[in-house]
């Protein structure tokens, strides 16, 4: 290579260094990620001359702005194969060129500098503004991604089919039309405040998605304007939001000489009101947190009065009753106050009125009544006395501690036992029935094995086409809480599989078996699979020690 050549290839340029400080401030990224870049267009400009087969490396220099521009060859050792005849050479070859040369070097040979052409400078354009931006789009990815949760407010850039794309100063981030309170309209130009929901690296750069219905933004706007929740004094327990239109938040207060609820209205409802504006006027109910969760539900429900709930935790729902007049409060339009109460506490909530809790309790009473009355054969006003003393199984009058009974007003102890009697005399010719229908269904006998199984359950499991153990132990438990349904409706095996969460809730909540009893007697039938897989096999050093 001439020594002119070797001065032009180490020219100094400053005008190279002084565009890539201008891209690195203007881009917000590193100026090393911009000088990366132009060298990346170079060597490719450099391909395009000399031969996409080469390969052709730039260097630009950090400090002057030269450009050494140079074509790379791999020494590999004289037993190796040569892949690429035109980047390898084996060690004799290298060292005719280079006397020192070692396997894994890598021979350099200056190439004179480009003159770039129109194409190639548009080219070297092309890759240089590539790689800024990918650069970019990694910065703002780095400086999002740890950002989820928080509250930023940025200006409307534009309106995309709804969608808003709002600018962060250092991002853009969309808010989609779903993600928007209802009714609220934008201009470019809008001020806007969102909760950052997500944020994810895809091809076209990272997307930062923003919501204004998240109910953590609500959260996010209380800890803003009251300094308590801030200080972590007050927490909030949970929100429910129906954006727009109504929300509920439950507040708990770690000291207790404040009160949760003022600090979070203000005075004369100042901080409560700035979150409403924010939120386009929507009305925010300010509930008292309790670890009472019936007392926690009959806050929710307010402003409705409560006159009785009554809690079932394996279903992990609660029957409330209300006033005949206050039905519709509780129930709130379109069922919103039920439906944002059953979102704070987490609990299905069913609202009865006075008169239809009496009348179910009345239709209740009257139908154990019946039970006893004909199990029994005794007359009402013992039927009525065992009902009112909280029986309603044959069962618990047949196994319950004679004391219990004699304890009932009126009953000696003659008539305890012979209630006993009749209680079992009864199962007995009921079970022996039982016994005799699963047979003729063709419920195998390993089935009454399984502990938790009664015959009233062989019987229905037979009419669902479950015959042995194993096909017990193949169901699921919402399958066999079905199987024990009285009333099963339209619905089939099948048909409760294409069933929402609660759709398929409130069609088993009649059912006998808790969810937690039908999923244990499920993986009692399955004990015997993994018995089996236990057990050692013929010959096992362990069955010969023993």
């Known amino acids: 290579m001439s020594d002119a050549m070797q001065s032009e290839a180490v020219h100094s340029r400053p005008e190279l260094l002084a565009a890539a400080d201008q891209a690195a401030r203007d881009k917000g990224i590193e100026r090393d990620e911009v000088l990366e870049a132009m060298e990346q267009a170079i060597q490719k400009a450099g391909r395009s001359k000399y031969g996409h087969e080469h390969d052709i490396r730039a260097v630009i220099d950090r400090t002057s702005g030269a450009i ?64 800024v931006r990918e650069a970019e789009r990694k910065r703002q990815y780095e400086e999002y991604k740890d950002r ?8 409307v850039k534009r309106i995309e089919y709804g969608n808003v794309v709002v ?29 950052i929901m997500d ?13 204004r219905t998240h109910p953590q933004f609500m959260a996010k706007l209380f800890a803003q304007e009251v300094p ?19 929300a509920k938040i439950a507040v708990l207060s770690h000291d207790s000489s404040i009160d949760p609820v003022g600090p979070c209205i203000g005075m004369r409802g100042s901080r409560v009101q700035a979150v409403v504006g924010e939120l386009q006027g929507e009305k925010i109910d300010i509930i008292q947190w309790s670890q009472d969760q019936a007392a926690f539900i009959v806050n929710a429900l307010a402003p409705a009065e409560v006159s009785k709930v009554v809690m079932d935790e394996d279903a992990n729902r609660i029957e409330v009753v209300v006033p005949d007049d206050q039905l519709s409060l509780a129930i709130g339009r379109r069922g919103q106050n039920v439906r944002l109460a059953s979102q704070l506490s987490g609990w299905d909530i069913d609202i009865f009125t006075e008169a239809e809790e009496s009348e179910r309790r009345n239709e209740e009473f009257r139908a154990r ?38 304890d009932i007003e009126g009953f000696d102890e003659d008539v305890a036992n012979e209630l006993q009697a009749r209680a079992q005399s009864f199962l007995e010719t009921r079970d022996a029935e039982l016994d005799e229908r699963r047979r003729a269904l ?49 619905h089939t095996l099948d048909s409760i599989a294409g069933l929402d969460d609660g759709d398929l809730r409130s069609l088993l909540l009649p059912s006998p078996l808790a969810a937690d009893e039908a999923d244990a007697l499920i993986m009692a039938a399955r004990a015997h699979w993994f018995a089996d897989e236990d057990a050692p096999a013929d010959g096992d050093p362990a069955v010969a020690l023993e």
């Open 68 to 131: 050494t521009l140079a074509r790379y060859i791999e020494v590999l050792d004289n037993d190796a194969e040569i892949e690429n005849e035109i980047t390898q050479l084996p060690l004799d070859q290298a060292r005719r060129l280079k006397a020192d040369a070692e396997v894994g070097e890598f021979l350099v040979d200056p190439l004179p500098p480009i003159d770039f052409g129109r194409i190639a400078a548009q080219t070297a354009k092309q890759v240089i503004v590539q790689k």
């Open 148 to 155: 989820i949760g928080e509250v930023v407010n940025g200006l």
């Open 167 to 195: 600018d962060l100063g250092r991002a853009e981030a969309l808010l989609r039309r779903d993600e928007s309170i209802p009714r609220e309209h934008f201009n470019n130009g809008d001020r806007v405040r969102a909760y």
């Open 199 to 211: 944020v994810r690296e895809e091809t076209r750069g990272p997307q930062i998605f923003l919501s």
């Open 228 to 246: 308590e929740i801030y200080d972590g004094i007050i927490e909030i327990k949970s929100v429910a939001r129906d954006p727009g239109s109504r």
């Open 369 to 406: 009544s019946a039970l006893f009355v004909e199990a029994l054969d005794v007359d009402d006003v013992i039927a009525h006395l065992l009902v009112t003393e909280g029986f309603s199984k044959v069962e618990e009058v047949a196994f319950v501690p004679l004391d219990d009974l004699m």
């Open 442 to 490: 063709g419920v195998a006998d390993d089935v009454a094995e399984v502990e938790g199984v009664t015959p009233e359950m062989m019987v229905a499991l037979g009419e669902h086409g479950v015959k042995d153990r194993d096909d017990l132990a193949d169901l699921v438990g919402d399958e066999l809480r079905f199987i024990m349904l009285a009333e099963k409706g339209e």
